[in-house]
T-cell receptor, first 111, second 115 residues
Framework: LAKTTQPISMDSYEGQEVNITCSHN???????ITWYQQFPSQGPRFIIQ???TKVTNEVASLFIPADRKSSTLSLPRVSLSDTAVYYC????????????FGGGTRLMVKP | NAGVMQNPRHLVRRRGQEARLRCSPM?????VYWYRQLPEEGLKFMVY????????ESGMPKERFSAEFPKEGPSILRIQQVVRGDSAAYFC?????????????FGPGTRLTVL
């Protein structure tokens, strides 16, 4: 089962760019990398998904190096409302459709 | 377009009672997933259902827990004879298709407290 490792917590200030890196050394060939955001007392919210190189949407960018053993979620110019837990998920091709959540990264954005 | 809906949002039960959690997927979605989250932890997969079928229940406890997704109506997660250890947030997600890369959209969750 592909396992992910990401920092437990990170602090930032409003207006800064935040990069959260996730390690997934055992990623399988057919696995995609997905990031979710979760606010307290709410369900996770999909942020971005990618397979290789770079993916960008209106919320974030996802950078994946050629070996795919890690990925970096980049949040441009964070605001206080970006304070949340961010989960990096990597699928196991044999695990069906379940999502496997690790502990996530608690991002605290300060004024 | 309404998102995934769950009710109740909060549920309090005494030990030994039954808990019924409901999930209405997004419009057009026929794939439903249930997850459980303990405080300060990530979500843990419980079960994956399509209409009238259980596809994967590898994360479901063997006893007291059951899930269904009937042809009509919401998906139901049922916990019989609840114990204090069942206290958690239960999240439902839905997806349009059942492929691995399909985005799962989560509901707001039901917070179960067992007294």
């Amino acid at each position: 089962l592909a396992k992910t490792t990401q920092p437990i917590s990170m602090d930032s200030y409003e207006g800064q760019e935040v990069n959260i890196t996730c390690s997934h050394n055992n990623i399988a060939t057919n696995d995609y990398i997905t990031w979710y955001q979760q606010f307290p007392s709410q369900g996770p919210r999909f942020i971005i998904q990618g397979y290789k190189t770079k993916v960008t949407n209106e919320v974030a960018s996802l950078f994946i190096p050629a070996d795919r053993k890690s990925s970096t979620l980049s949040l441009p110019r964070v605001s206080l409302s970006d304070t949340a837990v961010y989960y990096c998920l990597v699928g196991d091709g044999n695990a069906g459709n379940m999502l496997t959540f690790g502990g996530g990264t608690r991002l605290m954005v300060k004024p | 377009n309404a998102g995934v809906m769950q009710n109740p949002r909060h549920l309090v039960r005494r030990r030994g009672q039954e808990a019924r959690l409901r999930c209405s997927p997004m419009k057009g979605h026929s794939h439903v997933y249930w997850y459980r989250q303990l405080p300060e932890e990530g979500l843990k997969f419980m079960v994956y259902l399509q209409k009238e079928n259980i596809i994967d229940e590898s994360g479901m406890p063997k006893e007291r827990f059951s899930a269904e997704f009937p042809k009509e109506g919401p998906s139901i997660l049922r916990i019989q004879q609840v114990v204090r250890g069942d206290s958690a947030a239960y999240f439902c997600a839905s997806s349009l298709a059942g492929v691995r890369t399909d985005t799962q959209y989560f509901g707001p969750g039901t917070r179960l407290t067992v007294l």
